[in-house]
Every structure is written in C-alpha cells, then in structure tokens.
C-alpha cells in the first residue's frame, strides 16, 4: 500500500518570502500521479500543482513549483513571494493507475503580513 | 468548469439515526470518492466505485455503505450513526487514468455532528 507522508503539521512564511513544504511518499509503481491540493478556511479542495511520474522536468505553475526527486520519493512544494491568500491547509497526494488517492496529514500554512 | 456538489454544508443527527450523504458531479466522471477528514488524519478513503453500481472498499468502510446507481451521483450511507462517525466528509470525482484531467475534483464538504 502506498503511504503520504507530510513531516510538517505547520509552516508559517512572511509575506513575500518563499516557503518549501515537504512531502515524502512510498510505493512500489513506477507509473503514478502527485499533486499537492490546496484546502482554504471554505474547505473547498483546490488543486495547486500536479507532476507525472515519467517526467523529469519538475512541474511550475506561476509562484508554485515543485521539487521531484522520484529516486528518493520527494516532492516537495515551494511557494515564491507568498501571498496572504495562500495561506491555507496544504495536502500532498499520490494517485496510483487504477485511480485510487493517498493523501498526507496536511501541512498548515500560515502567512504573516 | 467541473462541479461536485455535495448536498449539505452542515448536517446534525441522533445516534442510531440512518444518514444520507449526496454527491452530484457535472463533468461525466467515472470515478467517483468519498473521503473523511479528521484533524491529524489528513483524508481517508471510505469508498469508492468506477463504475455504475460497482463499489470498492477504501482505508475505513466499517459502518458506510454506498450506493451509485446513476453515473453522476454517489452516496454514502450511515447505517446508524454513531458519534464516532462525528467528521468533515469529501466527496470527489475524477476520470480514469490517461484521460487529460487525472486530478480529484472535490466538492465543498459536509461537517456532520452525530449527537
């Protein structure tokens, strides 16, 4: 069974600054999905960033990009010039081919003005 | 734009009292899930189907039960509650593997309080 692993249960970044949030993963498949879901205080799952596992080139999307290390089973997110409206619950999942999620604990983002 | 909606935002009930959690997709999805979150815990599977009346169990189905009997809607079903079963409950939608959008969609929780 593939296990999510978020090692910090809280981050908190100064407006502007750059913060990387953690996630490790385990599993077995060479063909996978990762994604990190952003959750704000309206507990609607938003969908931040997603990387396949067959491609080296790390994902970006405007201020949010990742860090995948499929050898050691890293993916890490790093948030640049960090806005209030990102502070939120951040989740790292891993989507296996049959379609099934794993998600982590979540990572709770505080962003201080 | 892809919407899962979930029937309640907030949904108090007694023990023993035998709850209904809705889930509608738009988008056509095969697959559809629904998740608890708890604090701490992250999401967990409960359940969820691929098909049309198909069903797989996820981490923690003990006392859920669903049911799809049409393609967009997807139901989990609290035999009788309990307030254990006292949590925030996601439901989410995607399509199979290879198809353009791979990600979860996820509709906007129901908080249920079991009392």
């Known amino acids: 069974a593939q296990t999510v692993t978020q090692s910090q249960p809280e981050m908190s970044v100064q407006e502007a600054e750059t913060v990387t949030l953690s996630c490790t993963y385990d599993?077995?498949?060479?063909?996978?999905?990762l994604f990190w879901y952003k959750q704000p205080p309206s507990r609607q799952m938003i969908l931040v960033i997603r990387?396949?596992?067959?491609?080296?080139q790390n994902a970006t999307e405007n201020r949010f990009s990742v860090n995948f290390q499929k050898a050691a089973k890293s993916f890490s997110l790093k948030i640049s010039d960090s806005q209030l409206g990102d502070a939120a619950m951040y989740f790292c999942?891993?989507?296996?081919?049959?379609?099934?999620?794993?998600f982590g604990d979540g990572t709770t983002l505080t962003v201080k003005p | 734009d892809v919407k899962v909606t979930q029937s309640s935002r907030y949904l108090v009930k007694r023990t023993g009292e035998k709850v209904f959690l809705e889930c509608v997709q738009d988008m056509d999805h095969e697959n559809m899930f629904w998740y608890r979150q708890d604090p701490g815990l992250g999401l967990r599977l409960i359940y969820f189907?691929?098909?049309?009346?198909?069903?797989e169990k996820g981490d923690i189905p003990e006392g859920y039960s669903v049911s799809r009997e049409k393609k967009e809607r997807f139901s989990l079903i609290l035999e009788s509650a309990s307030t254990n079963q006292t949590s925030m409950y996601l439901c989410?939608?995607?399509?199979?593997?290879?198809?353009?959008?791979?990600?979860?969609?996820f509709g906007q929780g129901t908080r249920l309080t079991v009392v």
């Open positions: 999942a891993y989507r296996n081919n049959a379609g099934k999620s794993t």
């Open positions: 989410a939608s995607s399509t199979p593997q290879g198809g353009r959008n791979t990600e979860a969609f």
């Open positions: 189907s691929y098909d049309v009346k198909m069903k």
């Open positions: 599993t077995s498949e060479s063909d996978y999905y």
């Open positions: 990387q396949e596992a067959y491609k080296q």
